[in-house]
């Protein structure tokens, strides 16, 4: 599934509240990334993810990523209710298995942890959800019981690599 449409979309957004905050927008462009400056910090938008950066001090330098964020994190099956015709493939093309999540926020092969409800595991992005799921991650579980029994929860998560 492309994601394209929907980081022109937050792109957009971005942009318009940039310009209504009367803030610098666009501190650099390329086809590929683009990067606002907004009084809360720096948001970098890349072609497949949206990031926050903390605010870099001198005009130039290039932002610091922020390595928490709090989330909502959610979790699935590979039911073929939930997935498209390929149920235990991931977008990224690998087979779906414990430390597996799914997330529209940040490039294939980022590492994070949720220390609150899994310390110290290290979960990678290879997957996607739905172009309208830009404000989560979701966590692949091996059943459905266990995905809808976890739920819908609010933590931090930390970038182990990004």
């Not at 449409?5 to 666009?26: C, E, K």
């Not at 220390?115 to 959800?129: H, K, L, T």
């Amino acid at each position: 599934m492309s994601t394209g449409f929907g980081v022109r979309a937050v792109a957009l957004m971005f942009g318009a509240v940039a310009v209504v905050a009367n803030t610098t927008s666009a501190a650099a462009q390329t086809l590929d990334r683009v990067e606002y400056q907004l009084p809360m910090g720096v948001i970098v938008i890349n072609a497949n993810s949206v990031l926050q950066a903390n605010s870099s001090g001198e005009r130039g330098e290039t932002p610091e990523l922020a390595s928490k964020f709090l989330l909502t994190v959610t979790a699935y099956s590979s039911s073929v209710d939930e997935t498209d015709s390929t149920p235990f493939v991931t977008a990224s093309g690998t087979k779906t298995r414990d430390g597996v999540i799914a997330s529209n926020l940040f490039p294939f092969g980022t590492q994070v942890k949720i220390p609150e409800f899994f310390g110290e595991q290290v979960f990678v992005v290879e997957d996607r959800m739905h172009s309208r799921f830009a404000d989560r991650i979701d966590v692949w579980m091996p059943s459905k019981y266990e995905a809808v029994r976890f739920g819908k929860r609010e933590t931090h998560i930390e970038i182990v690599e990004l």
